[in-house]
């Protein structure tokens, strides 16, 4: 009996001593985990909203050259056709951005090209859903992404609604890959570009680029598709991931910066 006294004094001591440290630890633990967490959460988001206010910058430029050029054309009482020429030919040289600038009459027809191209010069352009889209809606207007059939590059054209006529230049988009080159998240963080379409524009997987690949059954670009900027965890591969979205207003593109929720604890 006293034997069984004892073990039952030792037991109780048991709990009143070592189980509330326990419980405590366990109750801090989880508390420093949530703060690590909502910390992480934070420092992604800041950077998906970083690299997305990046992106506007280098849209609104070449918008705001051919803004000039639009103002220039419009004064063709003042200015000749070859100082026109000349004008968006120098454009074309300081600004790598332009694959190609073009005036486009107001029936459609490719009345100056830069650099010069004889092969499209004449050439109608009026079925070209760039052309139908902004005479519809506003003075300009982003087109979805494509390959440039020359280079392979994504390229993104945009309009600008001209007295008679409109203004066409091709950007290049191969630049978006070196701004989410700098990203270093880890060792298996990193950061990737889509369109609104969900199609990736730059990726550290420059054949997924090439490849066109289309990410938008993923949970975390679902999530995003309706504008939603946040952070979302979801799985890829059999692997948890939290992932950061920012919107890029002028386009719907999504910025994405990811990595594996494991990999996000970890000291850098």
């Known amino acids: 009996m006293f034997q069984s006294f004892k073990n039952t004094l030792i037991r109780n001591f048991f709990i009143v001593a070592v189980i509330p440290p326990i419980v405590v630890g366990f109750i801090a633990l989880e508390i420093l985990s949530s703060s690590i967490g909502r910390e992480i959460t934070h420092r992604n988001e800041l950077l998906a909203k970083s690299i997305a206010a990046e992106l506007e910058i280098f849209l609104l430029h070449p918008l705001k050259l051919l803004q000039q050029i639009r103002d220039v054309s419009d004064k063709s009482e003042i200015i000749s056709q070859n100082e026109l020429n000349d004008f968006i030919n120098s454009l074309i040289n300081n600004y790598a951005f332009f694959n190609s600038i073009k005036v486009l009459d107001g029936k459609g027809t490719i009345t100056l090209v830069a650099p010069l191209d004889e092969n499209i010069l004449g050439m109608d352009m009026s079925n070209q859903e760039y052309y139908r889209g902004p005479l519809e809606k506003n003075e300009f207007q982003w087109s979805q992404t494509f390959l440039d059939p020359q280079d392979g590059q994504p390229t993104l054209t945009l309009t600008i609604l001209l007295k008679n006529g409109m203004l066409v230049g091709d950007l290049n988009l191969s ?94």
């Open 175 to 268: 630049v978006l890959s070196d701004i989410i080159d700098r990203v270093k998240l880890g060792a298996n963080g990193y950061a990737v570009i889509t369109d609104s379409d969900g199609t990736a524009i730059a990726h550290r997987d420059r054949d997924l680029v090439s490849q066109r690949l289309n990410v938008k059954n993923l949970e975390l670009i679902k999530a995003g598709m309706p504008r939603n900027d946040g952070s979302y965890r979801y799985h890829y591969r059999g692997v948890e991931k939290i992932g950061s979205i920012a919107i890029v207003p002028q386009t719907r593109w999504m910025v994405v910066v990811t990595q594996p929720v494991k990999d996000s604890f970890c000291p850098p």
